[in-house]
């Protein structure tokens, strides 16, 4: 009785606004870019629209009523849903291409996180981005005025603006044309004017508040500000970054999604700076030329974060009480840390200990916490050290050294080599050989032949003329310091150049080393088969014959 | 420098019907009016008069205790019984019944007015005392206790003449039509506290007698600053009209002395310029009528104790089903079940709202963070947390939202999309922390 509080009524005028008007609005709010697109792009855009509205309304409704809940259709989110989804596709995209990004924006990213309101992503731009890798279905962006027909798409593709900014360019097109719309892109992206319409009637009706959109289009421009490539004036520069791409469709209609965004007026401002940041952040050092979407995403994922952080300060309680509350608290914990004094009193024995006895005993522990630590670093570097020496790294490293010297000893042209499809008897390998900029230089041959006490592997380098560029022997069991005389660099050097048939003797012909005759003859023979493996490599693939020249 | 207070909402004014409305006096006085002994915010007053016992306007019929402040008769006549009737704020409390004889005789008894020269705080204090004023805007607290804390302490008189309900114009008409006399009090109230700034707060919806108060500020000697701040709810609120003025902010759990300020209702500033200079006790009020429900909405000067159902009636009836009816203004107001309730010092309007006017219980749907409240909310709380935790049951999250600062203003209910009871779940929130921190 004494209290006028407890039997007071909530207001009783108003609801000023209700959610399903809110997103009627939004709707409205895109008509503009919507008839922009038609205009630019035909009346395929229309049915693209269509489909996509349609199948987010009906993934909508059989989700809820599979699940057995209430039907959530009246609330027009998922029409906004589907319009968003729409007017970020490419005009050529395919009609099922909506169908796909609808189901995973309103079966995955909001129903699965229990529908509107709930989801941390925005659905729309989530169900955009899984569409946008697969690069096949959503880069190949149409020419304005260049109007499809509704069934077959041959349009011409256009480099979009944002191409151009990526290479550190203007665009070609003019900052009027951007900002009337004539640009590749998604349908409801081109059109800046169209765009800041939509977001002035949305802010003006108090469906949003400025301060998402504001902070994200400012802090885009200043960074794009602090970023101007040499020879481009800044202020074209920086206008036309706003202007191409998502950056304004996104700043005013997917960041702004109330249930991704911020609640906190400080956490929104906060948002928006972080979007501006991290588009323009992956526009100049990512390698895709646009960022907007990845970045808004991002930032979703942190708005749990920004609430809390953004969190209004208490009214009446000082402008810094939070963090001054925070440091205090801090230095409370901070205080909390004592060093350890040794408490060595060298008097005799107290109270049974020996003296130094507690401050030893609380060393023990330390020792003991010290000791468990060292046992689990000795059990990790043994761990590692074993998987290392275990797993042959080295081993790998090492052929892959002596499979480069080989190269640089048989074919000095070239770079790299590589595992051919060729196979020919005889040969124990075909390699081809390229030099630094891709183009193929010769093949390497790895062939055997009988020397005076075995087997001679050695490896050929041939090149394209069919001459030879330099000869190795990898393996051999000829004696040491008899055959091997035929095997020095010097020995081995005489080959290259040579083409044809080798002789012992007469023209085109290599001398045995006197003394190595077997083993140079071994040589010869395996540098002669090898030229005519090469000689025969045009029949691809197919048995390479080999007759053995006169020696 | 101009200082802002943060969130507010823009109801529609609906104010048209009668701002242009004179003050007029009741054409049929009430045969029986009804004077509650519980007027303030503090214990009931103990009558002082028999049943059968003549009494005249002005002649103190209850005498106030404690926080509790004094009655008066407000028609001459006869005591008829003292007995239990239908209070406005709700349930019934004993109430002394008199019977108008219609003469309005004035009391004799009633103290000599005042020379402006000759008013001390102690005969300042002395006199509102006697008069049995309470603040006029809807708090209902007691301004002989209000004054007498802060006199010495503050530094600012802050005349709040805001009226940021929407429907009310009982304040906006009084400072039109008595200017003079609410400077007047403002300047010999701003003296005798010992503040240096009196400062008289009006919204811009009341431009002319803003004019009217300017116009009569420059032939006055004294000071009293005028400021016409753009029409938002709740500048009318304590803390945000002394935010807005001096940039100042009451700290939690405080009091507007915390700050050094004092803020009076101009209705209030206007009752004790009338004790103080023509020896009047708070016998009658400004009443707004109105509403979609009213034939002929107006500003009535109406007797206390004169019951509900008179100011329809004077006001030419219903012309349709009320489907509410409120005292005070449609944001902050209580509910009226019984006509038979009487007016008392802190009724500033009585609204008949039609069906069509009222907010319609729609289903409440779900909450889609947009984060309307927060901006809305002019005590800088976050409804829409708070309500997730009382809902969730998550009472540690509680003590980081403060919900125990709500002033109950209404402005997140309001403006609410999803159309959640955000006022009466943040209510719950302060109920809930008040309970455990008396368990700790």
Same mark, same amino acid.
């Given at each position: 009785?004494?209290?006028?509080?407890?039997?007071?009524?909530?207001?009783?005028?108003?609801?000023?606004?209700?959610?399903?008007?809110?997103?009627?609005?939004?709707?409205?709010?895109?008509?503009?870019?919507?008839?922009?697109?038609?205009?630019?792009?035909?009346?395929?855009?229309?049915?693209?629209?269509?489909?996509?509205?349609?199948?987010?309304?009906?993934?909508?409704?059989?989700?809820?009523?599979?699940?057995?809940?209430?039907?959530?259709?009246?609330?027009?989110?998922?029409?906004?849903?589907?319009?968003?989804?729409?007017?970020?596709?490419?005009?050529?995209?395919?009609?099922?291409?909506?169908?796909?990004?609808?189901?995973?924006?309103?079966?995955?990213?909001?129903?699965?996180?229990?529908?509107?309101?709930?989801?941390?992503?925005?659905?729309?731009?989530?169900?955009?981005?899984?569409?946008?890798?697969?690069?096949?279905?959503?880069?190949?962006?149409?020419?304005?005025?260049?109007?499809?027909?509704?069934?077959?798409?041959?349009?011409?593709?256009?480099?979009?603006?944002?191409?151009?900014?990526?290479?550190?360019?203007?665009?070609?097109?003019?900052?009027?044309?951007?900002?009337?719309?004539?640009?590749?892109?998604?349908?409801?992206?081109?059109?800046?004017?169209?765009?800041?319409?939509?977001?002035?009637?949305?802010?003006?009706?108090?469906?949003?508040?400025?301060?998402?959109?504001?902070?994200?289009?400012?802090?885009?421009?200043?960074?794009?500000?602090?970023?101007?490539?040499?020879?481009?004036?800044?202020?074209?520069?920086?206008?036309?970054?706003?202007?191409?791409?998502?950056?304004?469709?996104?700043?005013?209609?997917?960041?702004?999604?109330?249930?991704?965004?911020?609640?906190?007026?400080?956490?929104?401002?906060?948002?928006?700076?972080?979007?501006?940041?991290?588009?323009?952040?992956?526009?100049?050092?990512?390698?895709?030329?646009?960022?907007?979407?990845?970045?808004?995403?991002?930032?979703?994922?942190?708005?749990?974060?920004?609430?809390?952080?953004?969190?209004?300060?208490?009214?009446?309680?000082?402008?810094?009480?939070?963090?001054?509350?925070?440091?205090?608290?801090?230095?409370?914990?901070?205080?909390?840390?004592?060093?350890?004094?040794?408490?060595?009193?060298?008097?005799?024995?107290?109270?049974?200990?020996?003296?130094?006895?507690?401050?030893?005993?609380?060393?023990?522990?330390?020792?003991?916490?010290?000791?468990?630590?060292?046992?689990?670093?000795?059990?990790?570097?043994?761990?590692?050290?074993?998987?290392?020496?275990?797993?042959?790294?080295?081993?790998?490293?090492?052929?892959?050294?002596?499979?480069?010297?080989?190269?640089?000893?048989?074919?000095?042209?070239?770079?790299?080599?590589?595992?051919?499809?060729?196979?020919?008897?005889?040969?124990?390998?075909?390699?081809?050989?390229?030099?630094?900029?891709?183009?193929?230089?010769?093949?390497?041959?790895?062939?055997?032949?009988?020397?005076?006490?075995?087997?001679?592997?050695?490896?050929?380098?041939?090149?394209?003329?069919?001459?030879?560029?330099?000869?190795?022997?990898?393996?051999?069991?000829?004696?040491?310091?008899?055959?091997?005389?035929?095997?020095?660099?010097?020995?081995?050097?005489?080959?290259?150049?040579?083409?044809?048939?080798?002789?012992?003797?007469?023209?085109?012909?290599?001398?045995?080393?006197?003394?190595?005759?077997?083993?140079?003859?071994?040589?010869?023979?395996?540098?002669?088969?090898?030229?005519?493996?090469?000689?025969?490599?045009?029949?691809?693939?197919?048995?390479?014959?080999?007759?053995?020249?006169?020696? | 420098? /101009?200082?802002?207070?943060? @969130? +507010? #909402?823009?109801? *529609?004014?609906?104010? =048209?019907?009668?701002? %242009?409305?004179?003050?007029?006096?009741?054409?049929?006085?009430?045969?029986?009016?009804?004077?509650?002994?519980?007027?303030?915010?503090?214990?009931?007053?103990?009558?002082?008069?028999?049943?059968?016992?003549?009494?005249?306007?002005?002649?103190?019929?209850?005498?106030?205790?404690?926080?509790?402040?004094?009655?008066?008769?407000?028609?001459?006549?006869?005591?008829?019984?003292?007995?239990? /009737?239908?209070?406005?704020? @709700? +349930? #019934?409390?004993? *109430?002394?019944?008199? =019977?108008?004889?219609? %003469?309005?005789?004035?009391?004799?008894?009633?103290?000599?007015?005042?020379?402006?020269?000759?008013?001390?705080?102690?005969?300042?204090?002395?006199?509102?005392?006697?008069?049995?004023?309470?603040?006029?805007?809807?708090?209902?607290?007691?301004?002989?206790?209000?004054?007498?804390?802060?006199?010495?302490?503050?530094?600012?008189?802050?005349?709040?003449?805001?009226?940021?309900?929407?429907?009310?114009?009982?304040?906006?008409?009084?400072?039109?039509?008595?200017?003079?006399?609410?400077?007047?009090?403002?300047?010999?109230?701003?003296?005798?506290?010992?503040?240096?700034?009196?400062?008289?707060?009006?919204?811009?919806?009341?431009?002319?007698?803003?004019?009217?108060?300017?116009?009569?500020?420059?032939?006055?000697?004294?000071?009293?600053?005028?400021?016409?701040?753009?029409?938002?709810?709740?500048?009318?609120?304590?803390?945000?009209?002394?935010?807005?003025?001096?940039?100042?902010?009451?700290?939690?759990?405080?009091?507007?002395?915390?700050?050094?300020?004092?803020?009076?209702?101009?209705?209030?500033?206007?009752?004790?310029?009338?004790?103080?200079?023509?020896?009047?006790?708070?016998?009658?009020?400004?009443?707004?009528?109105?509403?979609?429900?009213?034939?002929?909405?107006?500003?009535?000067?109406?007797?206390?104790?004169?019951?509900?159902?008179?100011?329809?009636?004077?006001?030419?009836?219903?012309?349709?089903?009320?489907?509410?009816?409120?005292?005070?203004?449609?944001?902050?107001?209580?509910?009226?079940?019984?006509?038979?309730?009487?007016?008392?010092?802190?009724?500033?309007?009585?609204?008949?709202?039609?069906?069509?006017?009222?907010?319609?219980?729609?289903?409440?749907?779900?909450?889609?963070?947009?984060?309307?409240?927060?901006?809305?909310?002019?005590?800088?709380?976050?409804?829409?947390?708070?309500?997730?935790?009382?809902?969730?049951?998550?009472?540690?999250?509680?003590?980081?939202?403060?919900?125990?600062?709500?002033?109950?203003?209404?402005?997140?209910?309001?403006?609410?999309?999803?159309?959640?009871?955000?006022?009466?779940?943040?209510?719950?929130?302060?109920?809930?922390?008040?309970?455990?921190?008396?368990?700790?």
């Amino acid at each position: 009785m004494n209290s006028t509080r407890s039997l007071r009524l909530p207001p009783q005028m108003g609801q000023p606004t209700t959610t399903a008007a809110m997103m009627a609005d939004v709707m409205v709010a895109l008509l503009p870019s919507l008839a922009m697109a038609v205009f630019f792009f035909g009346f395929r855009v229309l049915i693209l629209t269509a489909v996509s509205i349609g199948s987010c309304l009906l993934f909508e409704y059989l989700y809820r009523r599979l699940t057995g809940q209430p039907d959530t259709l009246r609330d027009l989110s998922a029409c906004v849903t589907g319009l968003l989804l729409a007017l970020s596709l490419p005009a050529t995209a395919a009609y099922l291409i909506p169908v796909l990004g609808a189901a995973f924006a309103i079966v995955v990213v909001k129903q699965f996180y229990g529908g509107l309101g709930k989801n941390f992503m925005n659905p729309a731009l989530a169900g955009r981005m899984l569409l946008a890798t697969f690069p096949v279905l959503m880069t190949n962006w149409s020419k304005p005025l260049d109007r499809l027909s509704l069934w077959e798409v041959d349009a011409v593709s256009a480099a979009t603006p944002l191409s151009y900014l990526h290479t550190g360019s203007l665009p070609p097109q003019g900052l009027d044309q951007l900002f009337l719309g004539l640009q590749g892109g998604c349908l409801g992206e081109v059109s800046s004017l169209m765009l800041l319409l939509g977001g002035l009637y949305l802010v003006m009706r108090r469906v949003i508040s400025i301060r998402i959109p504001a902070s994200y289009l400012g802090t885009a421009a200043l960074l794009a500000l602090a970023f101007v490539p040499e020879g481009v004036s800044a202020g074209s520069w920086v206008a036309a970054q706003l202007l191409s791409g998502s950056l304004i469709f996104g700043a005013f209609f997917f960041a702004t999604d109330p249930t991704t965004s911020p609640v906190t007026p400080r956490g929104q401002i906060m948002f928006g700076v972080g979007c501006g940041a991290l588009t323009m952040l992956l526009r100049f050092f990512s390698s895709y030329p646009e960022g907007v979407g990845w970045a808004i995403l991002t930032m979703n994922c942190c708005v749990w974060l920004l609430d809390r952080a953004g969190l209004p300060r208490r009214f009446g309680a000082g402008r810094f009480s939070v963090l001054r509350e925070y440091l205090s608290r801090a230095r409370l914990s901070l205080a909390e840390i004592h060093f350890i004094k040794p408490d060595l009193h060298f008097s005799l024995i107290k109270e049974g200990k020996m003296p130094g006895e507690a401050h030893l005993d609380q060393i023990r522990t330390q020792a003991k916490a010290l000791l468990h630590l060292g046992a689990v670093l000795l059990a990790t570097v043994l761990v590692i050290f074993g998987v290392h020496r275990f797993t042959d790294l080295d081993t790998a490293r090492a052929e892959a050294k002596q499979q480069q010297q080989l190269l640089a000893q048989v074919m000095p042209q070239a770079a790299f080599s590589s595992e051919t499809p060729y196979r020919a008897s005889g040969a124990l390998s075909i390699q081809a050989g390229y030099s630094a900029d891709n183009e193929l230089v010769g093949y390497c041959i790895e062939v055997q032949a009988q020397g005076f006490s075995g087997a001679v592997t050695m490896e050929v380098g041939v090149d394209l003329d069919g001459k030879v560029t330099g000869v190795a022997v990898t393996d051999h069991k000829e004696t040491s310091g008899v055959g091997t005389e035929a095997m020095t660099p010097a020995a081995l050097h005489r080959y290259v150049g040579k083409s044809g048939t080798i002789r012992s003797s007469g023209s085109n012909s290599v001398d045995a080393v006197s003394g190595a005759t077997a083993t140079s003859q071994a040589i010869t023979a395996g540098v002669n088969r090898a030229l005519a493996i090469v000689a025969t490599l045009d029949q691809e693939g197919g048995d390479v014959d080999y007759v053995d020249g006169e020696v | 420098m /101009r200082h802002f207070f943060f @969130g +507010g #909402v823009n109801p *529609a004014p609906h104010k =048209e019907s009668t701002r %242009r409305k004179p003050i007029a006096r009741m054409e049929h006085q009430p045969k029986q009016v009804v004077i509650p002994l519980v007027m303030s915010t503090g214990e009931a007053a103990i009558p002082a008069v028999k049943p059968g016992e003549r009494v005249a306007i002005g002649q103190p019929i209850a005498v106030g205790r404690g926080l509790g402040v004094s009655a008066h008769a407000s028609v001459s006549g006869r005591v008829l019984a003292i007995e239990e /009737r239908p209070h406005p704020w @709700g +349930g #019934v409390c004993s *109430a002394i019944l008199l =019977e108008n004889d219609g %003469r309005n005789t004035p009391w004799p008894g009633r103290p000599e007015p005042l020379d402006p020269t000759q008013v001390t705080r102690e005969l300042l204090l002395a006199r509102v005392r006697e008069a049995g004023i309470t603040g006029m805007g809807g708090a209902a607290f007691s301004t002989a206790e209000k004054l007498s804390q802060a006199a010495g302490k503050v530094d600012t008189l802050i005349v709040n003449a805001a009226e940021c309900e929407p429907y009310i114009t009982a304040d906006h008409r009084l400072l039109l039509e008595r200017s003079d006399k609410i400077l007047q009090g403002a300047q010999t109230l701003a003296r005798a506290l010992g503040a240096q700034r009196a400062v008289l707060v009006t919204e811009g919806d009341k431009l002319n007698a803003a004019e009217a108060v300017e116009r009569r500020l420059r032939k006055r000697s004294g000071k009293v600053e005028l400021c016409t701040i753009g029409t938002r709810y709740p500048l009318g609120a304590e803390k945000q009209i002394i935010q807005t003025v001096t940039g100042r902010e009451v700290p939690p759990g405080g009091s507007p002395l915390d700050v050094k300020c004092v803020v009076l209702n101009v209705a209030t500033v206007f009752a004790i310029q009338e004790c103080l200079f023509r020896g009047k006790a708070l016998t009658h009020r400004t009443v707004t009528v109105t509403g979609g429900a009213v034939s002929r909405p107006r500003n009535l000067w109406v007797p206390i104790g004169t019951p509900l159902r008179c100011l329809v009636e004077e006001a030419g009836g219903l012309r349709e089903k009320a489907d509410l009816i409120l005292t005070g203004g449609p944001m902050m107001g209580t509910p009226q079940h019984d006509l038979e309730a009487p007016v008392v010092k802190s009724t500033n309007g009585l609204i008949c709202l039609t069906q069509y006017e009222r907010r319609q219980p729609a289903p409440e749907s779900v909450c889609i963070r947009c984060g309307k409240c927060v901006a809305a909310c002019p005590m800088h709380l976050a409804p829409a947390f708070i309500s997730q935790a009382v809902r969730q049951g998550e009472l540690h999250k509680l003590p980081r939202l403060h919900p125990q600062d709500c002033m109950e203003c209404g402005c997140c209910s309001y403006i609410c999309p999803a159309g959640i009871p955000l006022l009466e779940l943040v209510r719950q929130a302060g109920e809930l922390m008040e309970k455990g921190g008396q368990r700790q």
